[in-house]
DNA sequence: TATTGTTATACTCTATAACTATA
DNA sequence: TATAGTTATAGAGTATAACAATA
């Protein structure tokens, strides 16, 4: 378990590294590049949602949404029902931003033997979603766990 | 090929979600604790090798390794033969830390088959040295290859 | 009353550039 | 000359708190 558990922290490292090098590419910003990832996985999305997947507070999504926006890479529209809220959304050069970074994972995921591939595909939908998950359960809970805990 | 570039897009926005929750577990800098886990990762490091892995400039780690050495989670070693080079190492207090995250990550790897696990393991780490290595070499040539890349 | 989003303010982190010390 | 690291400065991004509009 344990060369596992540094595994999975590698390549947390190296997606983490890849954001950065990404944004650089594309001339944005690391939280705007997660912004536009999490919209090519998820569709659209409600500007609270986006925000409270993207671990920021719904001040910061406002000003993130506003750079998206100027950029021209996502725009905010109007929900039909809930004169409140706001969904985001990416413009056709969003998506075409995105589909450009495409190429950058793919190349990775070339290298996976083409009949394994599906497998692979589907532990890493399986790891994101539980990590995810988990993640979120111990933010809700107010989980701490960390008697090594630092002062804030 | 599309379907898995998205999980893996998924997995990386695990990865960054995660890592802003155990920060603030933890009460540190998400850059300070993507350090720790590096240094676990990889044991100790120079202070040059551990601001390019982190897609820092030297400046920015001198900043960081201040406050790891102010938080008592790392210290600066002198290199044995260059005056010049310092050794960034974990201390026990920031093994401790590490430690406690690792029940995080391990949680998530628990849930795969046990017979799987050692596969998985494999994945995850040909994953992360592939992605880290592409992304590296298309930093050092200056690639971009983004044609819808945005003025900075 | 609770929720969605915005604004004003202050703070943290990082990049740039100029610098020192050592190889 | 080149490399490792530091310092001073300025800029970008975020959190906090107070607020307006709508449910």
Redesign the pocket.
């Known amino acids: 378990m344990g060369t596992a558990v540094r595994n999975l922290r590698s390549l947390i490292l190296a997606g983490e590294y890849y954001r950065q090098a990404v944004s650089e590419a594309i001339g944005?910003?690391?939280?705007?590049t997660q912004a536009l990832s999490y919209l090519a996985v998820h569709g659209e999305s409600?500007?609270?949602?986006l925000?409270r997947d993207l671990?920021?507070?719904?001040?910061?999504?406002?000003?993130?949404?506003?750079?998206l926006e100027r950029q021209g890479v996502a725009e905010?529209v109007r929900?039909p029902?809930?004169?409140?809220?706001?969904?985001v959304r990416l413009t056709d050069r969003g998506r075409a931003v995105v589909e450009e970074s495409y190429a950058w994972l793919a190349s990775t995921l070339e290298q996976v033997e083409p009949d394994e591939l599906e497998h692979v595909s589907a532990i890493l939908a399986f790891l994101a979603d539980d990590l995810k998950t988990r993640t979120a359960g111990r933010q809700a809970s107010g989980w701490r766990g960390l008697t090594h805990a630092l002062p804030v």
């Open positions: 944005l910003g690391t939280t705007e409600g500007q609270s949602l925000a671990g920021l507070t719904s001040s910061a999504s406002t000003s993130l949404v506003d750079r905010r929900h029902h809930d004169r409140r809220r706001l969904i």
